[in-house]
């Protein structure tokens, strides 16, 4: 069988690798699927086909605008859920002498949301990439809605008691809270992608950052409200009669409503169409070929999604338990007046900022924003430890400044946010973000649980200013640390079609099947046969370490037969030419591109870098051969093979 014609310009390769610039605007929502993978819609020979392709695109732009709905109103609750217990846990904290020393019991409910919310994203990963991403939402809204049963019905023999019963809701609602990034934020990149390439990342960052924000100050607002019901007056002290009971109660209750709403409104959200399709190909079945593949190609992409989070979610947790206890100690005002002073900082500048970020990260590009917002963080920390004193004695610059400082900060979040759900193919992109995401929320846990004690380190022994500037160098060297693993370890995906990008990823997988193929010296009648499916990872592995090598030896004949049929390789011709083709797979880190270079020279990284690309294109052109071998008599294949050769020569010229 003769391979395929390689001599093709490298525009025409990236063309069909990225697509973004032909996927614009409505237009777009024909997208790269029609264009390469549905050749039988692709130029319909009746009114009939085309009315199916008309209704099809109708019910697909209304699938997403339903969706879209859907997210943003469960990142809104999300928000708001984030800083439910922010202002309570000031509340306690003056009303209760006992749990204003209580510094183990004032952590717990600062960190009891994001230890669910870690394990959430870990276990949504999984369910919304085997199971589905709608199905995965519909679980993660029952787990918020019992987490704020949970918070309405708190009770204690005494208020450490009922405290720690609240930091159980917390905690259940944090389950679905993380399950809402690793179900949503890859859903609604995928529908982006059929919406417009080249916007993508705006659209999410709307849906998804900016919903989220927004629903941060929400709690501020209502629970003000509350205290202002629920209390005699605003001073909140052992004599203001204020009912604190009534306050956390009225604050979960509250959340229930939306949470309830959204639950409903689930049930008629859909899949993504990329991951319906890509599931309908893999059939929920991962192998061994997935592992290979992410250990040896993207563990530089790893780091960049994985420490990129860890860092910042460290920074902005720990500053946003503490922050209000912080502002007192700065400017001495009290720990209730520094929820208005939030409050404040956030409708006047926090709030657009994602906003902002979202109509430049598509022009700018991830990695380029992710780099000014890591030298901003990191220069403005500094500025702001040098001159702390100077700002402590002017409070109303303090307030200003600090706002303009935690404002730019979503010029990391925002791609942070992104990148994880752009840099791994939809069969393990949810699992991947789960992971990346959930990484990320540790470093939220290490950084609160660990702040008071770096404060007090600082500040020999006490919770001083000397202490409070000892850990703002801290975090500015943390931040400088972030912005050179971003420049390194980073990948941009601005303007690259995931489908293009799944393309690849499904080629590559054809190229390694075809050399273990190659390497175990399979027959046809191997590569064909039937039981080779029933084939598992874990029995291989069972087999290698416990049983005879007899019997590993013939099994791993059977998994590697296994490997050859889920990747399309169909015979030993086949194999031979997908193992004689290059597998180099540029994963667009500068820390690869470093190593090409370091190692093969400007040429020869360029010509990596162009065979990386001709990847998504052999996949495409596989893909024919086979809708043709599936067409045409057998007698005829060998035809057919000269016929498709022949017109992607024509398509060069």
Same mark, same amino acid.
């Given at each position: ?17 990225? =697509? ?42 209304? +699938? ?86 949970? $918070? ?18 917390? $905690? ?23 919406? @417009?390439?080249?916007?993508? $990342? ?7 950052? %900016? ?78 070929? @997935? ?8 563990? +530089? ?7 990129? !989070?860890?860092?910042? @979610? ?58 000014? =917002? ?15 004193? *100077? ?9 200003? !400044? ?6 730019? *900060? ?10 994880? %759900? ?20 540790? $470093? ?58 799944? @393309? ?9 099947? =075809? ?14 046969? *039937?039981?080779?499916?029933?084939? =598992? ?58 190593? !090409? ?57």
């Amino acid at each position: 069988m003769s391979a395929p014609v390689v001599d093709v310009s490298s525009e025409y390769i990236q063309r069909v690798s990225l =697509g973004a610039n032909e996927r614009e605007g409505p237009e777009s929502l024909q997208t790269y699927w029609e264009t390469n993978n549905n050749s039988e819609d692709k130029h319909p020979s009746n009114n009939s086909s085309l009315e199916e392709s008309e209704k099809e695109r109708r019910e697909l732009q209304k +699938a997403i605008r339903f969706n879209a709905l859907g997210t943003a109103m469960g990142f809104f609750v999300n928000g708001y859920m984030y800083d439910i217990s922010s202002v309570l846990l000031t509340m306690y904290t003056d009303l209760y002498p006992s749990f204003n020393t209580d510094v183990f019991l004032q952590t717990a409910i600062g960190v009891a949301m994001l230890y669910g919310v870690m394990f959430g994203l870990l276990i949504f990963g999984f369910i919304a990439d085997y199971f589905g991403r709608k199905k995965g939402l519909i679980m993660c809204s029952s787990l918020v809605l019992l987490g704020n049963i949970i $918070g309405i019905a708190y009770n204690g023999t005494d208020i450490d008691g009922a405290l720690w019963m609240m930091c159980i809701g917390l $905690g259940v609602a944090g389950l679905g809270m993380g399950g809402e990034y690793t179900c949503n934020v890859p859903n609604s990149m995928e529908d982006s992608e059929e919406v @417009d390439t080249s916007k993508r $990342g705006g659209r999410v960052t709307r849906l998804v950052m %900016a919903m989220e924000v927004l629903g941060n100050y929400a709690p501020f607002v209502v629970q003000l409200i509350i205290i202002a019901a629920a209390c005699r007056n605003a001073y909140l002290g052992l004599r203001s009669g204020c009912k604190d009971q009534v306050v956390t109660r009225v604050s979960f209750a509250v959340a229930t409503i939306p949470v309830i709403i959204v639950l409903v409104y689930r049930t008629q959200m859909k899949d993504s169409r990329m991951f319906t399709r890509d599931q309908a190909k893999r059939g929920r079945k991962y192998d061994g070929l @997935d592992l290979f593949i992410f250990f040896k190609h993207f563990w +530089a992409r790893c780091i960049g999604t994985v420490i990129m !989070w860890f860092l910042i @979610d460290w920074i902005n947790y720990s500053g946003g338990t503490f922050g209000n206890l912080v502002l007192q100690k700065v400017i001495g005002a009290s720990l209730f007046k520094t929820v208005w002073l939030t409050l404040a900082e956030g409708v006047a500048w926090a709030v657009w900022m994602p906003f902002l970020v979202s109509f430049i990260v598509d022009r700018l590009g991830r990695r380029k924003t992710e780099i000014f =917002g890591w030298l901003w963080l990191a220069s403005t920390t500094l500025i702001t430890a040098g001159f702390f004193w *100077q700002l402590r004695a002017q409070p109303v610059a303090y307030i200003i !400044w600090s706002t303009f400082q935690g404002g730019f *900060q979503y010029f990391v979040f925002v791609p942070v946010y992104l990148v994880p %759900a752009e840099a791994y193919p939809t069969r393990i992109r949810a699992t991947m973000y789960g992971v990346s995401s959930s990484l990320g929320k540790m $470093g939220g846990i290490v950084g609160t649980t660990i702040f008071p004690q770096i404060w007090k380190r600082f500040g020999g022994g006490s919770e001083s200013l000397d202490g409070l500037r000892g850990t703002m160098w801290f975090n500015a060297g943390l931040s400088y640390v972030g912005l050179v693993i971003c420049i390194l370890f980073v990948p941009e995906y601005s303007q690259r079609s995931l489908v293009g990008e799944d @393309d690849r990823y499904n080629e590559l997988r054809r190229r390694y099947a =075809g050399k273990y193929i190659q390497h175990l010296g399979l027959n046809n009648h191997e590569i064909e046969s *039937q039981d080779a499916e029933s084939c =598992g990872i874990f029995r291989l592995m069972k087999y290698y370490m416990f049983g005879p090598k007899e019997l590993f030896l013939s099994y791993q004949r059977k998994y590697a037969a296994m490997l050859a049929q889920r990747s399309g390789i169909g015979c030993v011709e086949e194999a031979q030419e997908a193992a004689s083709l290059p597998t180099y797979y540029n994963d667009l880190t500068l820390t690869l591109k470093l190593y !090409w270079r370091i190692r093969y020279g400007k040429e020869g990284c360029a010509s990596n870098e162009r065979a990386s690309e001709d990847m998504a294109y052999y996949y495409q052109s596989q893909q024919q051969k086979q809708k043709a071998a599936e067409s045409t008599p057998k007698g005829s294949l060998h035809q057919e093979e000269h016929l498709t050769a022949s017109a992607l020569v024509e398509d060069k010229q």
